[in-house]
């Protein structure tokens, strides 16, 4: 039997390059989208819904009663009630609730993922980093690791993710993919290190001045928040799934 | 003064998000465009006309009385004379001579730099990486490491090349990149071991069936054309430029 393919995408303007029919796609926006969805599901929200901007997040938000949250540049946007901090969804707070995020880079990625057919979608970050390589060795589909990015450009921590699961996995797949070797070796360079290192990115810089440092270090951790979010074309929306 | 920028572009495809105007932009395609190209120059030819398609290839062969060479998928190109080897040209062959030379990932990517304003444009590889550190050093313009790729794909030998200059030259500059701090990182894990390493890329495994093994190590040993070679857009030619 052939191996399964295992690719990593490190911009959303190279996922068209890739075969994603038969493929589970991994949306990797470690700062701080999908370590925020994990965390939100993660506390006992019941669904967790992306969309791309703000109107759709307020409209949404009211159909459903839902908390609507997102940020732009670090900040809380006006007329929406919360930010895209893992930190603010306590079980105490999102238990029982639907989550309407609006975020730029990784919502994005998961439309394109989903208009190019996409077999299955689910998010990853370091905090179910363990859920998502579960998953993925239980299933037989290809996987293709997809890095948001920012605005389009590589960026490390998504990159260090993506060499995470490739590290832990790829003794299932073909791996001819240059950039998952590279990922691969970055993190293992970077595993023992990774709360020191990730600060030398143009994220955290970006990120720091809005004291978002315990926020950063709990996103590159693993296990913070382990839960499997799948994504629903018919809903719309990340649910947690239960794992075989 | 504020530090001039270093970039590095991981795919032809991102270069748009990058401002190119006041800046270097270093065309790299070590297996094997900029390798031969290089090499060409370093053995006398007197310019490389970089072009994208066979036709053109032929015809400005036919004006200019020049070589003609070019390889699709590692065969020469039916009705071309040369391939696109670094070992096709010695300087018994090639010194005074001119060369026309068809590539796919490499031509396409100078093209974009063209259109996109890039102040100068020059190639590089391992062969010339001194000559390529000592340019951009002398110079006071910014600096983009233009990686070819593969069809649009990452790939390692040309980040590990941008790495090696990054390695070189980066304390000039402001390096608020994380495509550079990677690529960094990669070359300086595999600058002992490179021609090891570069066997478990996806270029090798595509080119060693043709019998390409001593080409390909020739492309990442530094050294071995120290040239400069500099792209003229009146002429639509490289030629040899003088090292300050």
């Known amino acids: 039997m052939e191996k399964r393919t295992l ?13 994603l ?14 370590s925020t969805i994990a965390t939100a599901l993660n506390h006992g929200a ?21 908390i609507t949250a997102g940020e732009r540049n670090g900040q809380v946007i006006e007329g929406l009630l919360h930010g895209n ?17 609006t975020t730029t880079n990784g919502t994005k990625l998961l439309k394109m993922a989903l208009d190019q057919g996409a077999d299955k979608i689910i998010t990853g970050s370091f905090v179910n ?38 590290e832990k996995i790829s003794g299932q797949f073909d791996l001819n993919c240059d ?3 590279m990922a691969k070796q970055m993190y293992r360079l ?35 928040a382990e839960v499997l979010p799948l994504y629903n074309p018919q809903t719309a929306a990340l649910t947690a799934a239960d794992l075989i």
Request: proline residues 4%; aromatic residues 10%.
């Open 179 to 181: 950039s998952t070797l």
């Open 190 to 224: 970077h595993e023992k290190d990774m709360a020191v290192f990730i600060r030398n990115t143009s994220h955290w810089h970006r990120l720091k001045a809005f004291g978002l440092e315990n926020d950063l270090e709990f996103c590159v951790t693993p296990g913070g």
């Open 7 to 19: 690719h990593t995408i490190l911009s959303p303007r190279l996922l068209d390059l890739y075969d």
């Open 46 to 66: 019941t669904a967790v819904y992306p969309v791309a901007d703000v109107e759709r997040c307020k409209q949404l938000g009211a159909e459903l009663n839902a």
């Open 21 to 34: 029919t038969n493929a589970i796609v991994v949306i990797i926006d470690v700062f701080r989208a999908t």
């Open 129 to 166: 980093l363990g859920s998502v390589c579960r998953f993925l060795e239980n299933s037989e589909k290809n996987v293709v690791l997809a890095c948001s990015g920012w605005k389009d450009r590589f960026n490390l921590e998504d990159t260090l993710f993506a060499g995470a699961v490739a």
């Open 85 to 101: 901090s893992p930190a603010e969804y306590p079980s105490t707070f999102i238990k029982g609730k639907q989550l309407v995020l």
